[in-house]
T-cell receptor
């Protein structure tokens, strides 16, 4: 149980384009999902908390107009990187809250912006 | 502020033990431990809640000292599969976790 999927696994795009990443909880419902970004050999940095049916809560320093989050249902949250630039290249990981304070992570999405 | 983990890296031979520490500057409600293999997402190991509890999971156990705002992860009789980067995630009675600086563990035969 508690499986989280992400799509796509890998994405390569040109600078200036927008990229959408999906995060799904497959066998449970998640009112709350989280989006993280991880640069090579660094820790996970929380970008935002996504709540079903309401606006996402962004961490300090994360541009909400650049990283659009939509939590349309209890099993799906999406992250759209708008007008992506090379510095946005990173490993993006989502997690879904299952039970008391337990987060299960998706497999991650590698974004490379050329 | 990000919790600080020590050591930054550990190299072990199979069967040896290791301790990884996680220290926060803030009062904690919970501590979560994860292991991440290269190129993969973190895998949940265990959660410790306020109350100073100690938990075990096969040969991996952990303790939580809320007064000192610290947690330690104990790996005994390490196996090759234990290799990876270990992260603590600290909770402050909100939904979100703040992840520590990470500890790279490499186990050799």
């Amino acid at each position: 149980g508690a499986v989280v999927s992400q799509h796509p696994s890998w994405v390569i795009c040109k600078s200036g384009t927008s990229v959408k990443i999906e995060c799904r909880s497959l066998d449970f419902q998640a009112t709350t999902m989280f989006w993280y970004r991880q640069f090579p050999k660094q820790s996970l940095m929380l970008m935002a908390t996504s709540n079903e049916g309401s606006k996402a809560t962004y961490e300090q320093g994360v541009e909400k107009d650049k990283f659009l989050i939509n939590h349309a249902s209890l099993t799906l949250s999406t992250l759209t990187v708008t007008s992506a630039h090379p510095e946005d290249s990173s490993f993006y990981i989502c997690s879904a809250e299952a039970g008391v304070e337990t987060q299960y992570f998706g497999p991650g999405t590698r974004l490379l912006v050329l | 502020q990000q919790p600080v983990q020590s050591p930054q890296a550990v190299i072990l031979r199979e069967g040896e033990d290791a301790v990884i520490n996680c220290s926060s500057s803030k009062a904690l409600y919970s501590v979560h431990w994860y292991r991440q293999k290269h190129g993969e997402a973190p895998v949940f190991l265990m959660i410790l809640l306020k109350g100073g509890e100690q938990k075990g999971h096969e040969k991996i156990s952990a303790s939580f000292n809320e007064k000192k705002q610290q947690s330690s992860l104990y790996l005994t009789a390490s196996q090759l599969s234990y290799s990876g980067t270990y992260f603590c995630g600290t909770g402050e009675n909100t939904d979100k976790l703040i992840f520590g600086t990470g500890t790279r563990l490499q186990v050799f035969p």
